[in-house]
């Protein structure tokens, strides 16, 4: 399974990657093949101000639909609309392309909340 | 095969009108209110129309084609005769509104009767107070049920706000619960299938309006603890819902109302054999105890001291109008029908047959499935398909694999908490010989899981198509002809 | 053994099958039930042959009035049914298929879904439909709700002239929810557009409006619909289907949400239903709308076929956050809406709307030629109109049924102060001879009052 060191995760399978102060958002390698085939990303609106764990996206599959929860508090400055067109780039890509959205102004303490690749990792075989 | 529309021809006609017997009239709506073109319609003849749907109907399964032994669904056999007595213009031609004419409950008592004895039927069944049969469907009167909920707690003050319910319930019990304007709960089952009572007993607070059961569960499997959960709600002044969907393997032999619950539906095209109609239409009646009589949804049917019928709309606390008339008439008058044909007697022995049927299958099938709960069940039981996963094969292609040999799927991938779950419910009224051959069916297919899975991936092969991209469904959303 | 319970069993082999399962008696299969809890009989009547029960239900039946000539409408129509649609319904491959979650064995049933929704989408002018709701009150809820998701607003403004049995369910279905209604008096018998605009802002989810209204009022309704735009609303309006024959369609009036009652189109009055609501809406809004709805899609050998589709809306995915808790809907009655608009086809249902309006005006102006009988609105109507009478509607139409008709609707039933308007309505059933036969009894009604 693929899990990028340099990304932060969290337990409902959400990666945050933080430049300075933003983080981007997407679900793992793990959530994507687990949804399967996504045919559907609720984004969230540009602007709206989200607290860590708030409901921020749903993804949807034909057999589920999954909420997406904020990895960490912020608020939303970018979204991801490649998405409307082409969901299924979370399947193929979920750590690029599959990307759901951007946060600004994340506070650096909440990070401690998350996991790290590693963590995930163990997490996951855990959960197994 | 192609669409109707597909099939039409400039200027070809179905129905003769009659002619205009009216003279030429003053005033014609003006054009400024007509639509501008046709409604693109098919033009096609009588012959056209009968031909096309009679040879679409021949692309479904039925239960009067095929065994259906689709788990929580009840898919028994729906008598004939209770679809022409509906057929009955006495009935077919009845307006609603006629009951509010001057003195017009006297112009529709052979109605009002049938709903009142209906009524009547039903709380003898359920062992509960009063019913309305208003509800058009199972899921419309769990809201119908919520709603009567919320209504005996504002008239008490009470302040709750939540309703708790096992996450091997159908998903319509927390939509229901939802929409009623509750937040919900979800209780997790024990190992045993049914809900943890410590779980329960933990989630169980002040604030807590109500619970909903299905009984027997989503598994076939009946909880002891049903009373004692029932009394621990009580306690807190919350009340019990019983989703009556599995009310088959119980009816004529354990009443809801006498094991504590509060609220009652039921589903009139699952227990009471009105036909499913490829998906509707249902009906959903509604039972509930005697404090909740008066929240029940206008109008109400009485029988005056004369011995005729009429409709009382005065209900000061009820919670108004849940359907515009008395719900699903017609098919109350198919299950008032059924009752008639089968009496008490009759109604004993279609839980007593269908719990048997199930166990049959069960045991016979047992040694070739997984039974994650192997315990004598009720009116269904569950099985998995992972000891086939080990080859590649899943419940869906177990599902596939079926219908090649003539039987509709079992339901699947519910409940949710057994893996791969094949929940088989066949009813009480197939015959043996009908049960063995769904027997055999399913040994074949494991020896097929286990010799060559490739053939059942492939399945169906004997319908007029095979498996449906469902993906590209979604993405390419081609809803309606163009 | 009762003779009757449809149990196929016969002693020997129930023994077989006890045998099997290791049990000696039915009884003990229930031992998960507490003893105390089992009954021991019902009080219910012993079952009865074939024979019996219909000659009560044939009984019961001669006990409703359905002898008289109806001019009862009220949103609920005496209209044709062609025979065709009956005998393709009671091909049990239809009748007792279940809901299709298996479309390799159900794509009759999904087939004729998706010819409903794309008959539905044509007569509205809309992009898409759902494959039915309950019925034309459950679909003006669920649209309001539908509308309250989209804006994410929750006020609605309702017209006066819609339904009033409607607006009373929409209003019993929202009174534990955060949503706020106010009714819109109507003018004239139409719109009241000063009120309206007054009270459309940005608070506003949507309107909620009917055409024609229950007066039988017909009107161009843009005007409204593009006033509730402006705000950021959406438009719902509820239509009586017969009525598109002929009339200005909701998808040309700009609305955002159209619902209605289906009964007009092949279904049997039947005493209030199994009747078919249906929805339909604009392609950008198909993820927010409630219930059913069938999509074409290919097989592993590109072979063309229907599925459900979108289902991550619903109940049995989405659970405590789905669009709606709709599972069953009214699947048959849709199909009958569906062979129904085939065989009126093109041309067929825009004659039956245009002989329900020659007819009604005909039956508008013979009535008006009645001393004492004047018109209630000087608004157009389709096939329903009001008229108001020189006392009690309700006494008059009482005095009616002696006389052979259901002659209308009391509209003081659900409209303080309109006591004397009576609510009438003409379809293609009725005969000129019938509408003058009620013209000569109302006159002798009303002169010997």
Redesign the interface.
């Known amino acids: 399974m693929n899990i990028p060191d340099n990304l932060y995760y969290s337990k409902d399978h959400e990666w945050l990657l933080i430049e300075a102060d933003n983080g981007t958002v997407g679900i793992t390698a793990h959530a994507a093949e687990q949804l399967g085939?996504i045919?559907?990303v609720?984004l969230p609106e540009i602007g709206a101000k989200i607290g860590q764990g708030d409901e921020l996206a749903v993804v949807?599959?034909?057999?589920?639909?999954s909420?997406i929860f904020a990895p960490a508090g912020g608020t939303v400055k970018e979204i991801n609309t490649e998405l409307d067109n082409a969901p299924e780039k979370i399947n193929s890509d979920p750590y690029g392309e599959g990307w759901i959205c951007k946060i600004s102004a994340v506070d650096e303490a909440e990070l401690n909340e998350l996991m790290t690749a590693e963590q995930y990792a163990a997490f996951l075989e855990e959960k197994d | 095969m192609k669409l109707i529309y597909e099939k039409s021809v400039p200027g070809r006609r179905g129905v003769q009108l009659p002619d205009c017997s009216v003279p030429p009239h003053k005033a014609r709506i003006p054009s400024s209110l007509r639509r501008e073109k046709s409604a693109v319609l098919p033009e096609v003849s009588e012959l056209d129309v009968v031909r096309h749907y009679t040879n679409l109907s021949r692309k479904n399964f039925s239960i009067d084609t095929n065994f259906y032994p689709l788990g929580s669904c009840t898919m028994k056999y729906n008598p004939k005769v209770c679809e022409s007595v509906a057929k009955n213009e006495g009935f077919s031609r009845l307006h609603p509104l006629l009951p509010q004419l001057r003195n017009g409950g006297i112009l529709t008592q052979g109605a009002l009767k049938v709903l009142y004895n209906s009524e009547r039927f039903f709380a003898e069944i359920t062992g509960m107070a009063e019913m309305t049969l208003q509800p058009m469907a199972g899921a419309h009167g769990e809201l119908t049920g919520v709603m009567l909920i919320a209504a005996y707690h504002k008239s008490k003050g009470n302040n709750k706000k939540r309703i708790l319910i096992p996450d091997s319930a159908h998903g319509t019990n927390p939509a229901s619960a939802t929409i009623a304007g509750y937040s919900v709960t979800t209780i997790p089952s024990n190992k045993d299938g049914v809900m943890d009572f410590e779980a329960f007993k933990k989630e169980l607070t002040d604030d807590v309006a109500g619970v909903m059961l299905t009984a027997p569960n989503t598994l076939g499997l009946f909880n002891s603890h049903v009373t004692e959960i029932c009394k621990l709600v009580h306690e807190i002044d919350g009340l019990v819902y019983y989703d009556g969907a599995n009310l088959n393997a119980l009816v004529g032999r354990v009443r809801p109302g006498d094991l504590g619950f509060d609220v009652v539906h039921l589903n009139l095209h699952k227990t009471f054999a009105t036909p499913h109609g490829g998906g509707g239409p249902g009906a959903g009646a509604v039972g509930v105890i005697d404090k909740l009589r008066k929240f029940l949804p206008v109008s109400r049917i009485e029988k005056r001291d004369d011995g005729t019928y009429a409709l009382n709309y005065n209900a000061e606390d009820s919670i108004g109008y849940i359907s515009a008339f008395y719900g699903n008439f017609g098919i109350i008058l198919r299950a008032y029908a059924y009752l008639l044909m089968i009496g008490a007697d009759g109604l004993r022995e279609v839980s007593d047959h269908a719990v048997l049927s199930a166990n049959y299958i069960r045991v016979k099938l047992k040694e070739f499935y997984d039974l994650p709960y192997d315990r004598i069940c009720m009116h269904e039981c569950v099985f998995s398909a992972s000891r086939q996963m080990k080859n590649g094969i899943h419940a869906l292609d177990i599902a596939k694999g079926l219908i090649d040999l003539g039987f509709h799927p079992p339901t699947i991938?519910f409940p949710l908490i057994v893996k791969e779950a094949m929940m088989i419910e066949p009813t009480e009224t197939e015959s043996k010989a009908e049960l063995d051959a769904f027997i055999e069916a399913m040994k074949k297919i494991a020896q097929e899981a286990s010799d060559n899975p490739e053939e059942l991936h492939n399945a169906p092969i004997s319908t007029p198509v095979g498996r449906l991209d469902?993906?590209a469904a979604?993405?390419e959303m081609n809803l309606s002809a163009n | 053994m009762s003779r009757a319970s449809y149990v196929p069993f016969v002693e020997s082999e129930r023994q077989e099958l006890l045998k099997e399962i290791g049990v000696n008696s039915i009884d003990e299969l229930f031992s998960d039930v507490p003893r105390e809890f089992q009954v021991k009989s019902l009080n219910i009547p012993k079952g009865k042959s074939e024979i019996e029960v219909e000659r009560r239900i044939k009984a019961l039946s001669r006990q409703n009035r359905t002898d008289l000539i109806c001019f009862l409408g009220g949103g609920f129509y005496d209209h044709y049914t062609p025979a065709a649609i009956d005998a393709i319904l009671s091909r049990g491959e239809f009748l007792t298929a279940y809901t299709p979650y298996q479309p390799e064995v159900a794509q009759g049933t999904l087939q004729a879904a998706f010819e409903f929704q794309s008959g539905i989408c044509r007569l509205t002018e809309m992009e898409v439909a759902n494959a039915s709701l309950y019925d034309g009150g459950t679909a003006i809820y669920e649209a309001a709700m539908m509308a309250a998701r989209v804006t994410r607003r929750n006020k609605i403004l309702v017209d006066c002239g819609v339904n009033p049995i409607y607006r009373k369910m929409l209003e019993s279905y929202t009174s534990n929810l955060d949503m706020q209604f106010e009714c819109v008096s109507t003018n004239g018998g139409t719109v009241n557009r000063e009120k309206f605009l007054k009270k459309l802002d940005n608070s506003v989810a949507g309107i909620v409006i009917q055409n024609p209204n229950f007066f039988g009022c017909i009107d161009d309704l843009t005007d409204i619909i593009d006033a509730a735009h402006n705000v950021g609303a959406l438009a719902v309006m509820s239509v009586y289907p017969i009525s598109l024959g002929i009339l200005k369609t909701p998808g040309a009036m700009g609305a955002d949400i159209v619902v209605g009652e289906g009964q007009s189109l092949g279904l049997p009055l039947s005493f209030g239903g199994p009747y078919v609501g249906f929805m339909a809406t604009r392609k950008k809004y198909v993820?927010k709308m409630p219930g059913r709805i069938v999509g074409i899609t290919r097989d592993d050998q590109n072979r063309k076929g229907f599925v459900l589709t979108l289902?991550?809306r619903e109940q049995h995915?989405?659970r405590e956050?789905a669009t709606s808790n709709i599972c069953s809907n009214e699947n048959l009655c849709a199909l009958a809406s569906a062979i129904y608009l085939s065989l009126m086809g093109k041309e067929g249902l825009k004659e039956v709307a245009e002989l329900c309006a020659d007819n009604a005006s005909y039956a508008y102006y013979k009535l008006l030629e009645i001393p004492n009988v004047s018109r209630a609105f000087k608004s157009t109507f389709f096939n329903e109109f009001c008229i108001k009478l020189p006392c009690d509607a309700k006494d008059i139409i009482g005095e009616l049924i002696d006389k052979g008709f259901a002659a209308g609707f009391p509209v003081g039933r659900y409209y303080e102060g309109m006591e004397n308007v009576a609510l009438i309505s003409v379809t293609e059933m009725r005969t000129k001879e019938e509408i003058d036969n009620l013209a000569a009894a109302l006159e002798s009604v009303i002169r010997d009052w």
């Open positions: 085939d045919t559907f609720e949807e599959s034909i057999k589920a639909a909420d | 991938y469902e993906v979604v993405r | 993820r289902q991550a995915i989405r956050k």
